[in-house]
């Protein structure tokens, strides 16, 4: 029996894409998802909003395929722990001859 995510993971997407990140706006945790069209070094990180590198949450070749990452909004600084400063933030999506980006807001408190 196939689920919607065994078919998906079947699936082999015919262009690059980058999905908004969910949950969005986010408190520690989100999901963002991404397809590959063709095997090619697949590069995701996320920046702040002065365009400095925050996390490079992907950096290797990958197959054609349906992936999912979780971004945690923590960040290690002197060897302690700390969650990001709540703001809008941008993820970007380089892969083959494929740019993309998305923005997301990390906030202190959900309602």
Do not use: W
């Not at 015919?14 to 963002?32: D, E, R, V």
């Amino acid at each position: 029996m196939l689920t919607d995510d065994s078919l998906m993971n079947e699936v082999i997407p015919l262009a690059f894409h980058l999905s908004q990140n969910y949950p969005n706006p986010f408190k520690q945790k989100t999901s963002i998802k991404y397809c590959v069209a063709y095997k090619s070094r697949v590069q995701l990180t996320v920046l702040n909003s002065a365009g400095e590198l925050i996390a490079r949450l992907v950096d290797e070749e990958k197959n054609p395929g349906t992936y999912e990452i979780e971004f945690d909004a923590s960040v290690r600084i002197s060897g302690e722990i700390r969650e990001m400063p709540s703001g809008r933030y941008v993820y970007r999506l380089e892969a083959g001859d494929y740019s993309s980006d998305k923005e997301m807001e990390i906030v202190d408190a959900l309602p």
